[in-house]
Nanobody, 121 residues
Framework: VQLQASGGGLVQAGGSLRLSCAVSGSIFSIYNMGWYRQAPGDQRELVASVTSGGNTNYADSVKGRFTISRDTAKNTVSLQMNSLTTEDTAVYYC????????????????WGQGTQVTVSS
């Protein structure tokens, strides 16, 4: 199982970016999908998550500005980020809770490689 994140970059404050994460490999079932971020010197924090049923959860700091979505058919999760501020600068990681295909596989979390988002003032 591999998670490939894309879409990071440099944007001015007030701008927008869209992150995407594609899950590949032999998968039995995907449960929660989400995005975390980690700024220098800070702990990794949850930004947004979406359950298999479509229920979403957002950090207070991004509510009303970020939107998470998933495409079940394509095994992807995206994060639309609007009205970005310098406080959103961080490395963003996708996180997926799934069971890989295979008799001995168990449900666990997988992480993407991280994509840098830099917001300039």
């Amino acid at each position: 199982v591999q998670l490939q994140a894309s879409g990071g970059g440099l944007v001015q404050a007030g701008g927008s970016l869209r992150l995407s994460c594609a899950v590949s490999g032999s998968i039995f079932s995907i449960y929660n999908m989400g995005w975390y971020r980690q700024a220098p010197g800070d702990q990794r924090e949850l930004v947004a998550s979406v359950t298999s049923g479509g229920n979403t959860n957002y950090a207070d700091s991004v509510k009303g500005r970020f939107t998470i979505s998933r495409d079940t058919a394509k095994n992807t999760v995206s994060l639309q980020m609007n009205s970005l501020t310098t406080e959103d600068t961080a490395v963003y990681y996708c996180n997926v809770d799934l069971i890989a295909a295979g008799f001995w596989e168990r449900r666990r979390e997988y992480w993407g490689q991280g994509t840098q988002v830099t917001v300039s003032s």
